[in-house]
């Protein structure tokens, strides 16, 4: 029996946590992640922290990640959920139709769906987050807000078919809750 797919949505300057510790859930649970981006080809992953005395976040290279499939040739359905990753991906990817079309896919068919940090900007530019509440790395608020979203300062948040968190300090909160949703919708 062959394992469900479950894409995670990457680009240049994903961060590395947000992305690999979902990833290695998702196979520890049972599925299969697919790593997808705006082309099918390596791409670098990042580092992010704030240090003390600095009031912007630092970044170094981390990992990097082969995407296994590009937007473009993304068939919706043959996907279990999605996971939209942080770093400063989502700021550049969040124009590809391709990506909002897949998004507003999920959304409506009411399929599992999680952000974490910048991934909300993902959502918020399919236009799917009016009068959803999401966590988010704080500044990332007005992004989630200006598109009609309510933003809540918490580890994981849970409306309808999205689960969120705010940055990767948050995952052992929002991936598993997410993971059960996967769990519950491969069983209906």
């Known amino acids: 029996m062959s394992q469900p797919k479950v894409l995670i949505v990457v680009g240049d300057a994903t961060e590395t946590v947000d992305t690999l510790y979902p990833y290695y859930r998702l196979i520890e649970g049972g599925y299969q992640p697919v790593v997808a981006a705006p082309e ?6 990042v580092l992010h922290e704030v240090k003390p005395g600095w009031t912007i976040t630092k970044e170094w290279e981390g990992y990097s990640i082969d995407a296994e499939i590009a937007f ?5 359905e043959e996907y279990a959920g999605i996971f939209f990753s942080g770093g400063r991906a989502p700021e550049y990817i969040r124009e590809d ?12 068919k ?7 940090c910048h991934g909300v900007e993902i959502p918020a530019r399919a236009g799917i987050v009016k009068g959803l509440r999401m966590a988010t790395v704080a500044k990332c608020r007005f992004d989630l807000e200006i598109c009609g979203g ?19 300090h948050d995952s052992g909160h ?7 949703m996967l769990d519950r919708s491969r069983k209906a």
Do not use: H
Request: hydrophobic residues 40%; glycine residues 6%.
């Open 40 to 45: 099918k080809r390596k791409y670098q992953m």
């Open 72 to 76: 473009k040739d993304i068939r919706p």
């Open 97 to 108: 139709e391709d990506l909002l079309n897949i998004t507003r896919w999920f959304w409506e």
């Open 110 to 116: 009411g399929l599992p769906m999680a952000s974490v």
């Open 150 to 168: 309510i933003y809540v300062n918490e580890p994981c948040v849970i409306d309808r078919n999205m689960v969120s968190g705010r940055t990767y």
């Open 174 to 180: 929002f991936v598993g809750p997410w993971i059960q």
